[in-house]
Structure formats: C-alpha cells, structure tokens
C-alpha cells in the first residue's frame, strides 16, 4: 500500500512540476525534439562545492561543460554562485545563454535543511514548486531553465 501511495504522490508532483514550467510566463518547448542532438552528454554537478561553487562553475564553463546541474536546496548547493559562475564564463566567451543546458531540482522537504528551506513550507506542494522554481529563476540568473529534475519522493 506504502509503495501505491508512494507511487500517486510521484506521478502528482511529477505532473506539478510540468504544469509549473509550463504556465511559466514565455515558457519554452519542455522537450525541443529538434535539439536532443545537441544536448550535453557530460554534466558538470555543483552539489557540496560551497563557497567555492561560483569560481568552480566558472572553470567548468570555461573548460568546455555546457550542461550544468544543481538544486534548489541550499543544505548542498548553492544556487546563486551557480548563476554567478555561469554567467561571468559565458559572458568572457561571448556565449548565449541559449548556448548552456541549465538543469536544477526540486527538493521536498524531506530533503531540505529545515532552517533554509527556500520556499514555504506551509504553502500547498503546487505553490512550493512554484517558489522554488522562481528562487531558482534568480539564484541562476536566467528567465528559464532547460531542465526541472524531481530530487526525490515528496513526502
């Protein structure tokens, strides 16, 4: 029964999660066909780099990674030095954003660090979603992402 139910909380958050990219304002294509030719095989992760994660994601970028995956879940990465990181390495190579697959994640609260979760903890699992989708929005410094990974069961 547990795995039934874990199971239909799966498939719910997995349909908020589109619905959620997909009534973002100027929304692209969730899956550009057309593209998958070119999408990064090798993905640079920025989980426990702390402090160092901007200059890291930078030597990253400048070395040729052109995916890039985080999480909105600052108990082990740190969004905003991502944003920081890409940004400095795409504008010295003359890169449009357009040029990086950025990927993040939503996090439940199981997984979150209880005195930084970065949404409402009380609002209702679509509006969690959404607030992590948009403290991500700004942490990366982009007006959309490439990927929007689940980061574990919720609840």
């Known amino acids: 029964m547990r795995r039934h139910c874990n199971n239909l909380m799966t498939s719910r ?3 908020l999660l589109i619905l959620v990219v997909a009534s973002c ?3 692209k294509a969730l899956v550009d066909t057309a593209n998958l030719a070119a999408f990064p095989r090798i993905i640079y992760g920025t989980a426990w780099k702390e ?11 400048m070395s ?12 082990h990465y740190n969004e905003q030095q991502v944003g920081e990181g890409w940004t400095r390495a795409a504008k010295e190579l003359g890169l449009a954003r357009d040029s990086l697959w950025v990927q993040t994640k939503y996090t439940s609260l199981d997984g ?8 409402d903890k009380d609002a209702s ?6 607030q992590s989708v948009a403290k991500s929005l700004e942490n990366l410094q982009t007006d959309y992402l490439d990927s929007l990974v689940m980061h574990g069961p919720e609840g």
């Open 13 to 15: 958050l997995i349909s």
């Open 25 to 27: 304002e100027g929304a």
């Open 51 to 61: 402090d160092r994660t901007a200059n890291l994601v930078y030597d990253a970028v």
């Open 64 to 75: 040729g990674f052109r995916h890039i995956d985080t999480a909105c879940q600052p108990k």
């Open 112 to 119: 979150q660090d209880p005195e930084r979760v970065p949404y």
């Open 125 to 130: 699992l679509e509006d969690r979603v959404r």
